[in-house]
């Protein structure tokens, strides 16, 4: 969700405005969602590396998080949708860890639409967590390393009850991943789109998933009829 804080810049505005547009830019994206009968999606709300901001801009965004979740959870959980949240807690205020476990637990028996929240994510440190996790059952002898394969690893990953993403749509003009489910995006589609967040809904995603439909996906095999 990149963009923000050249959208609020190139309207006179403070950073944080860009922020605030930013969380009605999510909801019309999970509405929007919805209605295309997506079934999973995931936004990359706050990066590990993100604690290098300025620390009046991190309290904006972790205040965000709170007005969000405290103004629109008992309507996601009405809607049937399941929250996830990605990410270590490690280092984040209690009420923000208390807050992401009461979506999470709230949206448990919801199976409409999964929405996943990266939170104090970084795709790097969640690898290292899941192998951390390995090491422990090779310790205790209950995996072979022999054994270990690329399973075993995502299994152990945050993102465990969600499928490898389809689709990546990086907005705000820039061309990389910045540490976004490295893992998961091996074979994901990516699409970078000009439009800068605050500016994302219905019309963007739509034009988003026209040209992922339009996209050959082969995972490493070959075009089809080529054989
Ligand atoms: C990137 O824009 C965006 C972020 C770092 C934060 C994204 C967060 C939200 C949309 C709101 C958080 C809300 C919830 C509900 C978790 P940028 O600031 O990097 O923009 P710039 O590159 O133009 O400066």
Request: proline residues 1%; aromatic residues 8%; without cysteine.
């Given at each position: 969700m990149d963009g923000n804080g050249r959208w609020a810049s190139r309207h006179g505005l403070p950073r944080a405005v860009g922020h605030e547009r930013g969380v009605e830019a999510l909801r019309r994206t999970v509405r929007?969602?919805?209605?295309?009968?997506?079934?999973y999606l995931t936004v990359y709300s706050f990066s590990t590396e993100n604690w290098r901001r300025p620390v009046s801009e991190v309290?904006?965004?972790?205040?965000?998080?709170?007005?969000?979740?405290?103004?629109?959870?008992?309507?996601?959980?009405?809607?049937?949708?399941?929250?996830?949240?990605?990410?270590?807690?490690?280092?984040?205020p209690d009420d923000i860890a208390i807050l992401l476990d009461k979506a999470?637990?709230?949206?448990?028996?919801?199976?409409?639409?999964?929405?996943?929240?990266?939170?104090?994510?970084?795709?790097?440190?969640?690898?290292?967590?899941?192998?951390?996790?390995?090491?422990?059952?090779?310790?205790?002898?209950?995996?072979?390393?022999?054994?270990?394969?690329?399973?075993?690893?995502?299994?152990?990953?945050?993102?465990?009850?969600f499928p490898d993403p389809d689709l990546v749509i990086?907005?705000?003009?820039?061309?990389?991943?910045?540490?976004?489910?490295i893992w998961q995006s091996a074979y994901a589609e990516l699409l970078f789109m000009d439009v800068l967040w605050p500016e994302f809904g219905e019309a963007e995603l739509q034009r988003a998933i026209e040209?992922?439909?339009?996209?050959?996906?082969?995972?490493?095999?070959?075009?089809?009829?080529a054989a």
């Open positions: 929007a969602a919805q209605k295309l009968d997506l079934e309290s904006a965004l972790f205040s965000l998080l709170k007005t969000f979740v405290n103004q629109d959870l008992a309507r996601l959980k009405r809607e049937g949708v399941r929250i996830s949240v990605f990410g270590t807690r490690s280092g984040l999470v637990e709230q949206t448990r028996e919801n199976t409409r639409f999964e929405l996943g929240i990266a939170f104090n994510y970084g795709g790097r440190e969640e690898v290292v967590r899941a192998i951390r996790l390995l090491s422990e059952d090779v310790k205790a002898g209950r995996i072979d390393p022999e054994n270990i394969n690329e399973h075993l690893l995502s299994e152990r990953l945050d993102t465990s009850r990086r907005t705000g003009e820039e061309h990389r991943l910045s540490n976004f489910l040209t992922f439909s339009s996209r050959e996906r082969r995972f490493g095999g070959l075009k089809s009829g």
